[in-house]
């Protein structure tokens, strides 16, 4: 019976006082990963040693706090009246295009100070990226957030989803779609289609152009499902950002093929 459907216990395990989340879990994991790949990929690349332990260092705590200032700044109306609850990341509540705002441009700058190809370190990031965000998603499934609009079982059951996922979509007596997982998803296969990218040795900077491109496009579909997107009046921040970062990485891509300003291709060792 639907009635004695209980969700997954978002609390991972307590410490004392202390509660561990699933959602920081698998947060967690996924910038685990993420960081795994992309400093294995540095040695094949040859990449300076540390390159990306020394940048997350930067990168992580600038990207969850541009990601919290961002979500924060699109729901002022509630935020302004309960203060305390700003710091509560734990509860959801980080936006992922703006922890790629902020993570982009602390790389732009250690790139700067390290002498680095700024290209060439995004394209190695790229997968680690789109795969980190893939694993991320689980973290709202674990909180039942970030679900589209309401549907039936039989209509989940048709998608032959798991019960366990079904389950987690019952929500205060209703089901809701997935949207968590059809985004998860297509990031997965994101992270496949860049893997093979680097076979192709495509120009520089290629790659992360392609990430943003594959993202965005999944992006902009998901969000229209999506019941609690962040707006702008009556747009959807998230589509309007996915439909700019297509238009500006084909233009980027355009613009420096015709004007060949880079011939480095993803497979040069130079930096």
Avoid at 54 to 69: F, G, V
Avoid at 251 to 256: D, E, K, P, Q
Wanted: hydrophobic share 50%; aromatic share 14%.
């Amino acid at each position: 019976m639907n009635e004695n459907i209980q969700p997954l216990n978002p609390i991972a395990f307590s410490l004392g006082p202390i509660e561990v989340h699933w959602y920081g879990i698998i947060i967690g994991c996924g910038l685990a990963l993420a960081l795994f790949l992309a400093i294995r990929e540095e040695k094949r690349r040859g990449l300076p040693k540390d390159t990306f332990a020394d940048l997350m260092l930067w990168a992580i705590p600038i990207a969850i706090i541009s990601a919290r200032i961002y979500y924060v700044a699109f729901e002022w109306d509630y935020y302004q009246n309960h203060p305390g609850d700003i710091i509560k990341i734990w509860n959801g509540g980080i936006a992922i295009h703006g922890a790629l705002i902020g993570s982009v441009i602390t790389a732009y700058v250690y790139c700067k100070t390290r002498g680095i190809s700024f290209w060439k370190l995004t394209d190695i990031a790229a997968p680690s990226i789109i795969l980190g965000q893939a694993i991320g998603r689980w973290g709202n499934f674990m909180n039942q957030e970030a679900h589209g609009g309401e549907v039936t079982r039989s209509f989940l059951e048709n998608l032959h989803l798991p019960d366990f996922i079904i389950n987690q979509m019952y929500i205060n007596g209703t089901y809701y779609q997935p949207t968590f997982f059809y985004e998860s998803i297509w990031d997965f296969a994101g992270f496949i289609l860049l893997i093979l990218l680097r076979r192709v040795n495509l120009r520089r900077g290629e790659i992360f152009l392609s990430y943003l491109i594959w993202y965005s496009i999944g992006r902009f579909y998901v969000e229209g499902l999506r019941t609690d997107s962040l707006m702008l009046g009556s747009l959807r921040m998230a589509q309007m950002i996915s439909i700019a970062l297509i238009v500006a990485a084909i233009i980027i891509i355009v613009y420096r093929r015709a004007r060949s300003t880079s011939k480095a291709r993803y497979l040069d060792l130079e930096n």
